[in-house]
């Protein structure tokens, strides 16, 4: 950044970027994306199952869980994702989870 003073010239976006806490909280975005990315593609797929939904919405929850608990966006995606989790609570979709052949790895 000082090499090549003269091309940033705006002060915001050079503020932002010496902003360590910004780029903390890109890469939390970027890691609770992964799996919704995941899932959606999974999900689109004509192959899809109600049990390849509850597996990403488990992916979805690991990825929340290893958040720091020091960071802000935890107890907004965990309030975010128990809805969602409450919609999906039924069980026919759970009894699917478990009479699925890669349920805890037995292929």
């Known amino acids: ?9 705006n002060i915001r976006v050079k503020k932002k970027i010496a902003d360590e806490p910004f780029f ?8 609770i994306m992964k799996p919704i990315k995941y899932l959606i593609n999974l999900l689109e797929a004509q192959t899809a199952t109600l049990c390849d939904c509850f ?3 488990i992916r979805l929850a690991a990825a929340i869980y290893r958040l720091p608990s020091t960071n802000d966006f935890k107890p907004l995606a965990l309030k975010i994702f128990n809805d969602r989790f409450t919609e999906f609570n039924h069980e026919a979709y759970i009894l699917s989870y478990f009479l699925h052949p890669q349920y805890r790895g037995k292929i």
């Open 24 to 31: 903390m909280t890109c890469r939390t975005i970027v890691e």
């Open 1 to 9: 950044m000082d090499e090549h003073s003269d091309i940033l010239t």
């Open 55 to 57: 597996v990403g919405l």
